[in-house]
Nanobody, 120 residues
Framework: QVQLVESGGGLVQPGGSLRLSCAASGSIFSINTMGWYRQAPGKERELVATIIRGGTRKYAEFVKGRFTISRDNAKNTVYLQMNSLDPEDTAVYYC??????????????WGQGTQVTVSS
């Protein structure tokens, strides 16, 4: 059973920063795509950023250069550095990974989510 464990969420003032982490564990052979999504109350889940194994990154338009996604393949971990946070960034942030289990079965996995609240 593959598990994704997130950390780093919390309460931060407008203009502040947070660093989210998500580590995968279990019967993992390789991880292709790692990403972050978010969902605010009453709204649909939306993509924040993705990074593939080769390093190519994609960001949602609302990021506007404020966030950076990165990965540590040795630790099966993806990070999201968030700077210049705005109250509009308040949401539950979820990590997602496309991976292969040790038996070479493809899986798409989600973390449990971590709350990010931007407020003074």
């Amino acid at each position: 059973q593959v598990q994704l464990v997130e950390s780093g969420g919390g309460l931060v003032q407008p203009g502040g920063s947070l660093r989210l982490s998500c580590a995968a564990s279990g019967s993992i052979f390789s991880i292709n795509t790692m990403g972050w999504y978010r969902q605010a109350p009453g709204k649909e889940r939306e993509l924040v950023a993705t990074i593939i194994r080769g390093g190519t990154r994609k960001y949602a338009e609302f990021v506007k250069g404020r966030f950076t996604i990165s990965r540590d393949n040795a630790k099966n971990t993806v990070y999201l550095q968030m700077n210049s946070l705005d109250p509009e960034d308040t949401a539950v942030y979820y990590c997602n990974m496309d991976l292969w289990e040790m038996v070479l079965v493809p899986r798409n996995c989600w973390g449990q989510g971590t709350q990010v609240t931007v407020s003074s």
